[in-house]
């Protein structure tokens, strides 16, 4: 089994930061696409970023793309969202996932998710 936990979220005003992290446990296979989700209340959670633990590839929503860098650390099986230029809209609960493949991912199947962090940007 995969435990993910994620922190880092919190209260932070619009056009602020925020660095989330998510250490991921347990049975891991380095093949596994690492993945960032969102669900505001009343909507579906969608696909915010992913990175791979292995390679380079790594894809963005465009909702974040250019203010949002997904990052990785292997040595610590953890991986980060950094979130800039922060907006209202952007208010979340914000979860870490693994999964196999692009397509499954980004239409929000994935094997393993963590417990969700909540992110709230005032305006």
């Known amino acids: 089994q995969v435990q993910l936990v994620e922190s880092g979220g919190g209260l932070v005003q619009a056009g602020g930061s925020l660095r989330l992290s998510c250490a991921a446990s347990g049975r891991t296979f380095s093949s596994y696409i690492m993945g960032w989700f969102r669900q505001a209340p009343g909507k579906e959670r969608e696909f915010v970023a992913g990175?791979?633990?292995?390679?380079?590839?790594?894809s963005y929503a465009d909702s974040v793309k250019g203010r949002s860098t997904i990052s990785r650390d292997n040595a610590k099986s953890t991986v980060y969202l950094q979130m800039n230029s922060l907006k209202p809209e952007d208010t979340a609960v914000y979860y870490c996932a693994a999964g196999r493949n692009w397509a499954p991912m980004r239409g929000g199947s994935c094997d393993y998710w963590g417990q969700g962090t909540q992110v709230t940007v005032s305006s």
């Open positions: 990175i791979r633990w292995s390679g380079a590839t790594s």
